[in-house]
Protein backbone atom coordinates (compact mmCIF):
# COMPACT_ATOMS: atom_id res chain seq x y z
CA UNK A 1 0.00 0.00 0.00
CA UNK A 2 2.86 2.21 1.24
CA UNK A 3 4.76 1.46 -2.58
CA UNK A 4 1.00 2.10 -4.22
CA UNK A 5 0.78 5.73 -2.42
CA UNK A 6 4.41 6.60 -2.80
CA UNK A 7 4.47 6.04 -6.75
CA UNK A 8 0.92 8.31 -6.62
CA UNK A 9 2.50 10.77 -4.89
CA UNK A 10 5.74 10.58 -7.03
CA UNK A 11 3.57 10.87 -10.49
CA UNK A 12 1.64 14.02 -9.21
CA UNK A 13 4.43 15.90 -8.17
CA UNK A 14 6.32 14.86 -11.44
CA UNK A 15 3.27 16.31 -13.42
CA UNK A 16 3.49 19.34 -11.48
CA UNK A 17 6.89 19.95 -11.81
CA UNK A 18 6.63 19.64 -15.85
CA UNK A 19 3.24 20.65 -16.26
CA UNK A 20 3.67 24.12 -18.68
CA UNK A 21 2.42 26.98 -17.35
CA UNK A 22 -0.05 29.13 -18.86
CA UNK A 23 -2.25 32.12 -19.05
CA UNK A 24 -5.66 33.44 -21.12
CA UNK A 25 -5.95 36.90 -21.15
CA UNK A 26 -8.69 39.07 -22.70
CA UNK A 27 -7.51 41.36 -25.04
CA UNK A 28 -11.05 42.49 -26.55
CA UNK A 29 -14.44 40.79 -24.99
CA UNK A 30 -17.35 43.17 -25.08
CA UNK A 31 -20.35 42.16 -22.85
CA UNK A 32 -22.69 41.22 -26.06
CA UNK A 33 -20.19 38.53 -26.93
CA UNK A 34 -19.98 38.70 -30.50
CA UNK A 35 -16.70 39.37 -30.35
CA UNK A 36 -13.68 37.83 -28.41
CA UNK A 37 -9.85 38.48 -28.62
CA UNK A 38 -7.38 36.73 -26.56
CA UNK A 39 -4.21 35.81 -25.93
CA UNK A 40 -2.96 32.40 -24.75
CA UNK A 41 0.73 32.84 -23.01
CA UNK A 42 2.96 29.80 -22.01
CA UNK A 43 5.49 30.43 -20.04
CA UNK A 44 8.90 27.88 -19.72
CA UNK A 45 10.29 26.80 -16.45
CA UNK A 46 12.03 30.15 -15.86
CA UNK A 47 8.26 32.06 -16.15
CA UNK A 48 9.81 33.28 -18.90
CA UNK A 49 7.25 34.12 -22.20
CA UNK A 50 7.86 30.66 -23.90
CA UNK A 51 5.19 31.52 -27.15
CA UNK A 52 1.70 33.46 -27.19
CA UNK A 53 -1.35 32.73 -29.37
CA UNK A 54 -3.71 35.28 -30.53
CA UNK A 55 -7.44 34.30 -30.95
CA UNK A 56 -9.40 36.31 -32.84
CA UNK A 57 -13.35 34.41 -32.90
CA UNK A 58 -16.49 36.22 -34.06
CA UNK A 59 -20.39 35.01 -34.17
CA UNK A 60 -21.58 32.75 -36.93
CA UNK A 61 -23.80 35.09 -39.04
CA UNK A 62 -25.68 31.71 -40.00
CA UNK A 63 -27.76 31.35 -36.65
CA UNK A 64 -29.81 34.23 -35.26
CA UNK A 65 -31.19 31.71 -31.99
CA UNK A 66 -27.99 29.46 -31.71
CA UNK A 67 -24.80 31.00 -30.53
CA UNK A 68 -21.96 29.58 -32.35
CA UNK A 69 -18.39 31.18 -32.81
CA UNK A 70 -16.02 30.81 -35.68
CA UNK A 71 -12.32 31.55 -36.02
CA UNK A 72 -11.31 34.60 -37.66
CA UNK A 73 -7.74 34.17 -37.58
CA UNK A 74 -5.09 32.44 -34.93
CA UNK A 75 -1.93 32.46 -34.47
CA UNK A 76 1.65 34.56 -33.13
CA UNK A 77 1.22 38.09 -33.15
CA UNK A 78 2.61 38.92 -36.07
CA UNK A 79 0.92 35.82 -38.33
CA UNK A 80 -2.55 37.53 -36.81
CA UNK A 81 -1.63 41.28 -37.84
CA UNK A 82 -0.51 39.90 -41.34
CA UNK A 83 -3.96 38.28 -42.07
CA UNK A 84 -5.41 41.13 -40.78
CA UNK A 85 -3.89 43.76 -42.45
CA UNK A 86 -4.14 41.90 -46.03
CA UNK A 87 -8.13 42.22 -45.19
CA UNK A 88 -7.63 45.75 -44.53
CA UNK A 89 -5.87 46.15 -47.82
CA UNK A 90 -8.55 43.92 -49.93
CA UNK A 91 -11.10 46.25 -48.71
CA UNK A 92 -9.39 49.45 -48.94
CA UNK A 93 -8.35 48.32 -52.58
CA UNK A 94 -11.93 47.20 -53.84
CA UNK A 95 -15.30 47.83 -54.29
CA UNK A 96 -18.23 45.77 -52.89
CA UNK A 97 -18.87 42.47 -54.99
CA UNK A 98 -15.13 41.36 -54.95
CA UNK A 99 -13.75 38.12 -53.22
CA UNK A 100 -10.48 36.52 -52.68
CA UNK A 101 -8.78 34.21 -50.47
CA UNK A 102 -6.51 35.43 -47.82
CA UNK A 103 -4.35 32.44 -46.28
CA UNK A 104 -6.82 29.90 -46.73
CA UNK A 105 -9.79 32.06 -45.62
CA UNK A 106 -12.36 32.98 -48.34
CA UNK A 107 -12.81 36.34 -48.05
CA UNK A 108 -16.03 38.67 -49.54
CA UNK A 109 -16.53 42.29 -49.91
CA UNK A 110 -20.25 43.33 -49.97
CA UNK A 111 -23.15 46.23 -50.07
CA UNK A 112 -25.22 44.73 -46.80
CA UNK A 113 -28.49 46.88 -46.00
CA UNK A 114 -26.18 49.99 -47.50
CA UNK A 115 -23.25 49.67 -45.77
CA UNK A 116 -20.01 48.00 -46.97
CA UNK A 117 -19.14 44.79 -45.02
CA UNK A 118 -16.42 41.88 -45.33
CA UNK A 119 -17.64 38.23 -44.82
CA UNK A 120 -15.23 36.39 -43.58
CA UNK A 121 -15.09 32.48 -44.20
CA UNK A 122 -14.14 29.83 -41.47
CA UNK A 123 -11.09 27.96 -42.90
CA UNK A 124 -12.56 25.12 -44.47
CA UNK A 125 -15.87 25.08 -43.17
CA UNK A 126 -19.40 27.20 -43.74
CA UNK A 127 -19.42 29.28 -40.95
CA UNK A 128 -18.67 33.14 -41.37
CA UNK A 129 -18.77 35.97 -39.64
CA UNK A 130 -19.77 39.81 -41.23
CA UNK A 131 -17.71 42.57 -40.40
CA UNK A 132 -17.37 46.35 -41.54
CA UNK A 133 -13.91 47.21 -43.13
CA UNK A 134 -13.98 50.16 -39.67
CA UNK A 135 -14.39 47.42 -36.61
CA UNK A 136 -11.81 45.40 -38.40
CA UNK A 137 -9.23 48.13 -38.38
CA UNK A 138 -10.68 48.83 -34.75
CA UNK A 139 -9.88 44.50 -33.40
CA UNK A 140 -6.35 44.87 -34.96
CA UNK A 141 -5.31 48.51 -33.34
CA UNK A 142 -6.39 47.15 -30.08
CA UNK A 143 -4.39 43.79 -30.75
CA UNK A 144 -1.57 46.06 -31.71
CA UNK A 145 -1.84 48.17 -28.46
CA UNK A 146 -1.81 45.65 -26.21
CA UNK A 147 0.84 43.79 -27.57
CA UNK A 148 3.07 46.85 -27.27
CA UNK A 149 1.97 47.35 -23.42
CA UNK A 150 2.83 43.58 -22.70
CA UNK A 151 5.96 43.46 -24.97
CA UNK A 152 8.35 41.94 -22.65
Not at 53 to 58: E, N, V
Not at 59 to 72: G, N, P, S
Not at 131 to 151: G, V
Request: a positive charge; one cysteine or more; glycine letters at 6%.
Amino acid sequence: MKKILLFAFALLFSVGIFAQKSKKVEIFCPNNGGVSITAHINYNEDNKIKDTTILFLMRDARYTQLIEYITVCSGNYDEVIDFLQQVEKFAKENEPGMSTTIEGSSISYDKLMGGKNLFIYEKGKNGYCIISPKYLTKFKDKIIDWEKKNKK
